[in-house]
């Protein structure tokens, strides 16, 4: 591809890049060289995109800045050692745990492979948890194929593994009268999209549907389908219900390579040993690209894209009751975030967008609350900065593309890629997790007959919480179950009972913040002030470990250091 290159050549000139080297590989164009600024390699990444190439790998330096490169993984066991799976998925967040959830409808057999001590711990847990409509992405993409599918999905999936979905809508307002004259293409875009009930709202339409409103809005757009969701607690719900229909789950565990015999994965290294797999689904999420490139298959990059996002404190939520947001021009590479409820009672403001090296660097600063306040929460005239009780940071992997990357490898046949699932890959999910099953069904189907698992159990057994509850079916309950009666975290309302049920899930919780991704204590006012120890002593208890052992997020992570004045042991079961 001359013509290719050439014009890769002449977009980095243009961008006063000429020094940078580039050649083709895998079908892709790769950069080389080196740069001073981070902002050079980026600026070099998307010069070279939209030219026709499967994809865009940035092998650029950058004068002082180290490469990012996946955590190392200490060896663990030997749990996997000469294993064997019809269907490996690599990757515990929403994209993986879905996928692994979609392949239990057949007879094969599953393992999902994540490094971290629970699902969800990276980007899907590090989002606002809004389920776009579809609006956003552009006609024709990936991004738009899947995102009003998967929007429509919810529905039932939301239903079956018991999570907590609404659908406030979406208000996206206009900041300039003129920009009322849009409304033709903004109706073209979704219908194009597949994005039904769009419809435009005068000022005062948009104040009678949200009073305390920004004064400045100019009238906008209204699309009722866009959904609210939990992402952590989709991803557990997934997960859970893949375990319970015959996945196994492997936490804690790192993938360090691959052996590829004829264009074929024959081993997967691991810290947990070596295995074998009929199928093998890159779902790594942040890590993505380097999983692809140790397959042999390194045809992109990704790089990082943080956004901060701050929790207000539940009381005020009954201050908005839709999704508000400005209109973006079609030249921003991101939705500009806004100001939304969460299923949990919250309001969320953010995020904002910064392109970042840092793939798992979760930091926050003083500019980013500022960022914050000055262009979310002011969408709101009732909302003080005083009403925030955290604020938190996640990375969303990009593709210089800017479009998911969904494929069989055309070199290694057993590898399917589920890679750059930035946003709308929440929204996504439902729908990729069905295409990508069928892709892996088809490979397995050159070896041997793949048929549906008629003992598949779509729905996931879970209690409600104990708040959503009528006071006569708690006070049940209760009688049957005291622990149930034992309130641990009074801003969430999380008793004992439900903490051991998390415990005791099919995927359990391993960890501080796994409870908390589950049911929620400390995730109120305090923050985790009053009920965390708590929550130690009963993670304890159940474990039957010393509550030094207890970490908050995995190993490197440790809650307590030592005890005082007491022996170190496991509480007996019901003391205090």
Known sequence: MAEGLAAVKESLRKAGLAGIEVQERLGAVALGGAVSRWEQYIAAGYAAAGKGYRGVVNEIEVAGLQKARMPAAPRLDAALEGRYFDAVVIGGGIIGTSIARELTRYNITVALLEKEADVACHSTGRNNGMVHEGFAPKPGTLKARYNARGNVLYSRVAEELGVKLERPGTIVLFTRSWQ??????????????????????????????????????????????TAIISPYKMAVAYIENAAENGAEVFLQTAVTGFTVINSRIDKISTNRGELRAGVVINAAGLWADEIARLAGDGFFTLHGRRGVMAI??????????????????????????????????????????????????????PADLDYLLAHHLSLNRRLKREAIITYFAGVRPCTFDEDFIIEASPYVNNLIHVAGIQSPGLASAPAIAADVRDMAVRLLERERPVKPDPHFNPRRRVAPPLQALPLAERARLIRENPAYGRIVCRCEGVSEGEIVDSLRAPVPALTLDAIKRRVRPGMGRCQGGFCTPRVLEIMAREKNLPVTAISKSGPGSPLVLGCTGINDKPPQNGTE
Not at 189 to 217: D, F, T
Not at 315 to 337: D, E, N, V
Not at 351 to 364: I, K, L, Q, S, V
């Open 312 to 365: 207000l404190d539940k009381k005020t939520a009954p201050l908005q009751r839709t999704i508000l947001g400005l209109f973006q021009s079609g030249s921003s590479r991101t939705k500009g975030g806004g100001l939304l409820p969460t299923v949990d009672g919250n309001l969320l403001i953010g995020p904002n967008a910064e392109e970042f090296p840092g793939r798992e660097d979760y930091h926050t600063e």
């Open 180 to 225: 009322t004259l849009l409304m033709p293409f903004i109706h073209r875009r979704a219908r194009q999209n597949n994005v039904p009930g769009l419809r435009y709202l005068s000022p005062r339409e948009v104040r009678a549907l949200e009073p305390h409103v920004w004064e400045g809005q100019k009238g906008g757009f209204l699309m009722p389908t």
